[in-house]
């Protein structure tokens, strides 16, 4: 409706602010855990780009779900300070209506936010992809040296060992045993990272007596798990979040234009609070459970939070109020 333009402005404006906060925090954050690995000699751009990627697909991810609740409850709570929500109320507008008001723009935002997250797909992907990503920028910087160099390969400890005119090798402990090592022309692991792939596999160890071993190929299983499993395809999880930004966010929004006091900040906590206890309960999943409609608690989680925030709030305002009662105006 109409009189919902300038809700939507306001809330529209505060959301683009809020989402860019997160997502400067976010590659802040980043970019001081990816510092030693640039700095690092033996770590080239190549091995250091594909996991810069997904951390910035981390942070436009929190963006959408945390960034646009936020912003909505503030724009919420500066359109109660103002009185334009007020002078509305008395001319028949609701609270819900005045909420709803806000779907367009928050569409057109959670479609700007959430094409670059679908195309990278954070935390959709299986760890070994990423690892294989890793190995394979490692292989590639070996391609133009000049002399001899070791590329470090983080995350997965391997090394390759760079020769001029020569295929490179990677190196590295053979997993799972204490005193081996192996030196292979191809790393190939598995999207759980439960099984290696080598080619021209060279084993020794160095124990007495020693053994050396070649092999023209080699498979490695029985390894555990590393980082999250695969629960949601990338698609199905970006809906998933923007359905829970833009659930969070008019429900932030109704229930400060509810409220209709508390001043920005506690506006802003309403949002806050509540996409603070989805995004945790995101990871929590991500970690602990293996079935995919369990990513349902992400968007119940913040709305009972939402719930039981306002709940405080009324009971609160109710305490105070019996405590430190109003003064009358005296009657003329």
């Excluded at 391997?158 to 990677?170: E, I, K, S």
Aim: with cysteine.
């Amino acid at each position: 409706m109409a009189w919902g333009r300038p809700l939507a402005s306001y809330c529209g404006r505060a959301a683009i602010q809020s989402s860019a906060l997160v997502v400067i925090a976010g590659l802040s954050a980043g970019a001081i855990r990816l510092l030693p690995w640039v700095l690092a000699r033996e770590i080239p751009l190549t091995v250091t780009w594909p996991f810069a990627k997904a951390l910035v697909a981390v942070a436009i991810e929190t963006a959408l779900l945390v960034g646009l609740p936020s912003g909505f409850a503030f724009g919420a709570g500066k359109f109660n300070e103002r009185g334009e929500a007020r002078a509305l109320f008395c001319l028949g507008a609701t609270p819900a209506a005045l909420a709803l008001s806000g779907w367009r723009v928050l569409l057109v935002l959670g479609a700007v936010i959430w094409i670059p997250s679908m195309a990278w797909e954070p935390r959709a992907d299986p760890p070994g992809r990423l690892a294989a990503q890793l190995i394979e920028g490692g292989q590639k910087s070996c391609t133009s040296v000049t002399a001899p160099r070791a590329v470090l390969v983080p995350l997965v400890g391997v090394t390759w060992l760079c020769f001029p005119g020569r295929a490179p090798r990677v190196v590295g402990p053979l997993p799972g045993a204490a005193r081996a090592w192996f030196s292979a022309t191809a790393l190939y692991p598995s999207d759980d990272l439960q099984r290696f792939e080598l080619t021209d596999l060279r084993l020794a160890t160095g124990t007495a007596p020693d053994l050396q071993l070649v092999v023209h190929r080699a498979t490695i299983t029985g390894l555990p798990s590393w980082g999250r499993s695969v629960k949601l395809p990338g698609i199905l999880r970006a809906a998933l979040l923007s359905f829970s930004a833009i659930l969070l966010s008019l429900t932030a929004s109704w229930l400060v234009l509810r409220r209709q006091s508390g001043g920005r900040l506690g506006a802003t906590l309403s949002g806050a609070v509540p996409a603070l206890v989805s995004f945790g309960a995101l990871h929590w999943v991500d970690d602990h459970v293996g079935e995919g409609w369990s990513y349902l608690m992400v968007p119940v989680a913040g709305l009972l939070v939402a719930i039981g925030w306002a709940l405080l709030f009324r009971l609160e305002k109710s305490f105070l109020s019996r405590v430190w009662p109003r003064p009358r105006r005296p009657e003329k």
